[in-house]
């Protein structure tokens, strides 16, 4: 047995393991998109392991393509949803449309991130490639921002290492940052020779094992007792509910100013 069919069949017993955990503790309830995502990664091992070998490169080729773009959408759904569980403690307090403008937030720092993740050499693959290369280094960068977001406003958000939140946001923030670096290495590296297809591959094999010290942490974090959510910091709550009704007031005024100019637009075609 070659050691990357050894990593791919410890990660799917490693993914297997968390999800394990994760039903027994019935976390599901709390994140069950996060939940489903571990169900999709444990998935897409298995596939790999049944279709490597069995198939060309070029049509597994096209079977990754739209396995990254469903992990991708699958990867900003987790990312949203934890956002909405860090604001748990005002979420009532919080208007129906939060979610979506959550969902904004991030969707414009992905935007922002877009046209700088651009590892060297990407203009020398193939359109597809270079698609799918550019697309996958703007996925790794966003859950490192949204880490370091997250660790950075600990204090404020009333997070520790404790609360399920951060953890989860680490082991992203893990992996990606191993999937980033290996990606900027191995553009660098490139394929042409020998030696360099030898080093490529061996960025693979620590990508590989990156992702397992990921799921090995959160084995560990998830199978310790979560801690109770503790309140926002005065500052920060009294913060968060003003900005949300500063947009809403806005939203508002909007809507206010639209129907104003409707009315009058008839009362003109009637006097007409």
């Known amino acids: ?147 370091l977001a997250l660790a950075g406003c600990s204090q404020w958000l009333s997070l520790s290492w404790r609360d399920r939140e951060l953890q989860i946001g680490t082991g992203l923030g893990i992996f990606a940052l191993a999937s980033l670096s290996t990606t900027f290495f191995k553009m660098h590296v490139g394929a042409a020779t020998d030696d360099a297809r030898n080093t490529y591959h061996l960025f693979d094999q620590i990508q590989a094992g990156s992702y397992i010290v990921a799921m090995l942490y959160w084995l560990v974090s998830f199978a310790q007792k979560v801690r109770e959510r503790r309140e926002f910091t005065p500052q920060m709550e009294n913060f968060l509910l003003a900005l949300a009704g500063t947009a809403r007031t806005t939203r508002v005024g909007m809507r206010d100013s639209r129907d104003f100019t409707r009315r009058n637009s008839r009362d003109f075609t009637k006097k007409d």
């Open 1 to 147: 047995m070659t050691l990357d069919t050894k990593l791919e069949y410890l990660t799917l017993t490693v993914q297997a393991m968390v999800i394990g955990l994760l039903i027994f503790r019935k976390f599901y309830k709390k994140l069950p998109l996060f939940f489903s995502y571990l169900i999709w990664l444990l998935l897409l091992t298995g596939a790999t392991l049944a279709l490597t070998g069995h198939y060309s490169d070029d049509a597994l080729q096209k079977v990754f393509v739209i396995a990254d773009i469903i992990d991708g959408a699958f990867m900003f759904c987790v990312l949203v949803e934890l956002s909405m569980s860090v604001l748990s403690p005002i979420r009532s307090s919080l208007p129906s449309w939060s979610v979506f403008a959550v969902f904004v937030i991030l969707a414009v720092a992905f935007a922002i991130i877009w046209p700088f993740a651009k590892p060297p050499g990407l203009a020398t693959l193939t359109p597809a490639s270079r698609l799918q290369v550019h697309f996958d280094t703007a996925m790794a960068v966003l859950p490192i921002v949204f880490f």
